[in-house]
C-alpha cells in the first residue's frame, strides 16, 4: 500500500478548521499552545503506530516555527554551544545556534572521518533503523567547542533515549557541562529510564516542544496506548 505525501502541518492556537482524527493523522498541542498535525504510520507487526515527525520532510513554515520556539526554550536554558545529535536533530541544532549568536554550533555524526578517534565515539541504534549497527562521533576537532562549557544537546524526537546517552557520553568524556537535552517531541517514556541509568538527575534534563504517546490498532482507527 502506497504511503500518502507528508502531510504535516502547524496550526496557531486556538487549532481552527479541520480537525485531524486518529485514523491517519494525531494533533500534538506544543507548549506555546500550537498544534503540530503529524500522520499515524502503522509499524511493521501492523498493530501499534507512532505519529511520525520526519524533519527532512515538513515545509518550510512548519520548521521556522519549531525553531522559532526551540531557540525560546534553548535561551531559557543559557546554554554556551549547541550539539546536534544526527541525523535530524542537526536540522534544528544550527539555526537554533545561529538564531543565539553563537559563532558554530557542534554536529555529531554517524560516519567515521579517517582522523577521528575511536575513544571519541559510543554504539548506539536507531529506534526506526533497529537493524542498523551505528556509532556517534565526535570530531576530535571540536574538542575544544565544548570542554568545560555549558552543552545544550538538541533532537528531533527523544524516544528510546539510545541516541541521547551515547550523545551524553561523549559529553562527559569530554568534561563538557550538560544543561539540557531538548528536543521537537519525546514519544513514550522509554527515555527516563535510559537516561535515569546515566544519572539521577538526567531524565529531570530533558524539555521538549510537545508529546506524542504510542498508538495501538482499535475498531475505530489508532488508539494512545496507556502509559505512553
Partial sequence: ?????????????????ERPCHDSTYPVRLRDGSTLVLPLRPLPDGEKAIALLMSNQTAFAVEHALVRLLTDLARELQPEVIVGVPTMGL????????????????????????WYDDALSQPLTSSTSPDQAKRLYLDPALIERVRGRRVLVMDDVLNTGRTAVAAIGLMQRVQARIVGITA?????WAWRDALQQVGEDMPGLVHALGHIPMFGRSAGGWEPLAGT
Avoid at 2 to 11: A, E, G, K, L, N
Avoid at 95 to 113: C, I, T, W
Avoid at 184 to 188: C, S
Fill in 184 to 188: 521537537v517531541l519525546t514519544e513514550g
Fill in 1 to 17: 500500500m502506497s504511503i500518502p505525501p507528508y502531510q504535516t502541518r502547524f496550526y496557531p492556537s486556538p487549532m481552527t478548521g
Fill in 91 to 114: 536540522a534544528y541544532a544550527r539555526p537554533v545556534a545561529e538564531n543565539l549568536g553563537f559563532d558554530d554550533y557542534v554536529a555529531l555524526g554517524h560516519s567515521r572521518k579517517f
